[in-house]
């Protein structure tokens, strides 16, 4: 099992950039894929992007593509999310997750979620 905490969410202003960062709990942290999701108020959480247990594969949603990139450390158990050219429509409470190494869209395990919000 791992336990996953999120940080780095916070509000700014459209155009501008965040960093996500999500802790890793336990000893097999390379051991899982790992991944991003949002959810906006009154929506569905909605898959962001997703990493390989070794960082050689990533995936992206569309609407995110070009501007946001996850990577990992494995040294230090986190995983991150870079965001770019904000926009209001990003605006939601970030989600971390944890699956079996081979998952392209992991929910085994999740964060409690970190609150992003964009002005206009």
């Known amino acids: 099992q791992v336990q996953l905490v999120e940080s780095g969410g916070g509000l700014v202003q459209a155009g501008g950039s965040l960093r996500l960062s999500c802790a890793a709990s336990?000893?097999?942290?390379?051991?899982?894929?790992m991944g991003w999701f949002r959810q906006a108020p009154g929506k569905e959480r909605v898959f962001v992007a997703s990493?390989?247990?070794?960082?050689?594969?990533?995936y992206y949603a569309d609407f995110v593509k070009g501007r946001f990139t996850i990577s990992r450390d494995n040294a230090k158990n986190t995983v991150y999310l870079q965001m770019n050219s904000l926009k209001p429509e990003d605006t939601a409470v970030y989600y971390c997750?944890?699956?079996?190494?081979?998952?392209?869209?992991?929910?085994?395990?999740w964060g409690q979620g970190t609150q992003v919000t964009i002005s206009s």
């Open positions: 997750a944890a699956g079996p190494r081979g998952s392209v869209v992991p929910t085994d395990y």
């Open positions: 990493i390989s247990w070794n960082g050689g594969n990533t």
């Open positions: 336990g000893r097999t942290f390379s051991s899982y894929a």
